[in-house]
């Protein structure tokens, strides 16, 4: 695993913490959102992993995890930020707040800022925000990546917004698929 910087701030993702992360790995303090800690608290994660919901709640206590929601400005900004690589409906509502809270804290300390996740569509969007992002246990991206929405038997190109809705033309469920040209 890389080097990272005694004063980082890691902001963590749902996947990252259902490896089972150990607290007591990282030197830096944590930060996820409310709603990333709701997603380890379904009931097939309970059982599966009970020392994962002990672990987040000791780190919390230890004031090692900070559970933080951003601000509505930084959400509004990664939504626009997200029509315009094609992730907008790739991503949930708990990955964009996930992806506004890092960006949040990049632009208001001065310590760097890494995003821990395995998902590809955030990645991307992070790249897209310059927020720094790493991954455990799988390689991420290595460039960013411009989506676009189609639909597949007519070719007509809509709007990020419209993914999985039906053509207007001929009623097919729309698909993504990568953008040729870099969006502006």
Known sequence: MMQLKKNSILVIDTNIFLTGINFNYFQEILFTTPAIINETQVEKY???????????????ELGKLIIQKPKEYYI?????????????????NNDLELIA?????????????ILYTNDYSIENLCSELNIKFKTLFKNGIKNKIYFEVYCPYCNIVYRSEDLNKNCERCGLKLKRRFSKKEKL
């Open 76 to 92: 509004q900004l990664v939504e626009e930020k997200s029509k315009i690589t094609g992730d907008c409906n790739a991503l949930s």
């Open 101 to 113: 809270l890092a960006l949040e804290l990049k632009e208001n300390n001065s310590q760097e800022v």
């Open 46 to 60: 309970k059982e599966q992993n009970r020392n994962l919901l002990q672990r987040i709640e000791l780190a919390k």
